[in-house]
């Protein structure tokens, strides 16, 4: 395919009486990218932009880097980034974007460092996506070098920047760093207090975690979860029942999050009432019984040994996965059930649900019992 010689940025190149006729096309071909279902459908509407002479509209390369970023399609996405002439911050931000939500830290740091080496200005979209990287990669050094020059360009005090520096530092246990930038936001900040609980909690630091969540004046669900869900994690299970009730006390409403928590710390204290309690909220709450919360109550009634409470669970589901047969197959082995559980293992299989290898040597493991 040959190159364009179309500007990217700067004044339009099309004659006054063409770009009305371009700004249609454009329109079209970002409608239909929009509308793909596949890589190949972009492939083909990709040919189409370059036959009419569109590949170096910003607009159109950055819908084409989107798309080719939410089916995962990142070699085809850099190949048609490497064709773009003079890439604004805008399609950078789209490139650095896609990499980060399907958890290629690596290559979004990457594309950022090369923006910087091109002397490209970023913007606070740009860092605030570059910093989740540096976070979920305990990056810690280069989130630093990003914080600096987030503090160059005065964007640090954008809300959004100071989220992500928040939660790098809590993530990479700069406890230190991460209070100096949270005391500088708004008093009783919500979003920010929760992700400090969360990155003491991945630290086991539970009182710590506990110290934060209380001073929260006003919390929300997702606080309140991520506390409970920190004693869960941390062995404290009692702790998390009591704060689930102080929960209710206060009138939250608890989320599919919350139930798989104490479920958990149900099925922990082998506790069958509690956890016929929690599952009652399910109900009570509309809250949907999907694949998490499903194979929750399965694992928690099945380590109770309510055999039949489990199995009415299973069968109410409306779908169901690979997870959710291993928490009933592997629960009927654990309560003496052999044979029921190889019977549920081969209906997975004539369901055409795929198991994992550990499930295929329990299944074989279970009819050698047999």
């Known amino acids: ?31 239909r990218l929009q509308k793909c279902k596949n890589i190949n459908q972009i492939t083909s509407i990709h040919a189409q932009i370059i036959r009419n002479g569109h590949e170096q ?13 939410n089916f995962n399609s990142f070699d085809y996405a850099s190949k048609i980034f490497q064709r773009t002439q003079n890439p604004n911050v805008y399609l950078y931000t789209a490139l650095i ?3 980060v939500k399907s958890r290629f830290y690596i290559d979004g740091i990457r594309v950022y460092s090369q923006m910087i080496e091109r002397c490209v200005k970023p913007d606070n979209y740009a860092i605030t996506s570059v910093l989740k990287a540096c976070g979920s990669q305990l990056a810690l050094k280069e ?15 954008i809300r959004s920047v100071r989220m992500k520096l928040v939660e790098l530092y809590g993530k990479c246990g700069e406890f230190g760093d991460a209070w100096q930038v949270f005391d500088e936001m708004p008093e009783g900040n919500l ?54 009730r102080d929960m209710q006390r206060e009138g939250v409403r608890p989320n599919e999050v919350t139930i798989v928590c104490v479920s958990s710390a149900c099925s922990q204290l082998a506790t069958l009432e509690l956890g ?16 998490f919360v499903g194979s929750a109550l399965i694992n928690m009634y099945l380590r109770c040994g309510s055999v039949d409470e489990a199995k009415r669970v299973f069968e109410g589901l409306k779908e169901r996965d690979v997870t959710t047969y291993n928490s009933m197959i592997s629960g009927l082995a654990l309560n003496g059930k052999s ?19 550990s499930m295929l040597l329990r299944g074989i493991g279970n009819r050698r019992h047999k």
């Open 339 to 357: 044979t029921k559980a190889v019977e549920l293992f081969w209906d997975m299989e004539r369901h055409g649900v795929r198991p994992t290898n």
């Open 276 to 291: 016929r309690w929690v599952h009652s909220y399910v109900g009570k709450y509309g809250i949907e019984l999907n694949h």
């Open 191 to 244: 979003v920010a207090s929760t992700v400090m609980i969360s990155c003491y909690v991945d630290y086991g630091l539970v009182e710590e975690a506990r110290s934060v969540f209380d001073r929260v004046k006003t919390k929300d669900t997702v606080c309140w979860t991520a506390m409970i869900d920190g004693f869960v994690r941390n062995g404290e299970m009692n702790r998390a029942l009591e704060l689930f």
């Open 143 to 157: 989130g630093r070098e990003i914080h600096a020059q987030a503090l160059k360009l005065n964007l640090s005090s």
């Open 97 to 99: 974007d896609g990499f």
């Open 57 to 69: 509209d910003p607009f159109i390369a950055f819908e084409l880097l989107r798309v080719c970023s």
């Open 1 to 31: 395919m040959g190159t364009i010689n179309l500007a990217v940025v700067g004044n339009s190149p099309f004659p006054p009486n063409s770009r009305s006729e371009h700004v249609q096309k454009r329109k079209r071909f970002i409608f």
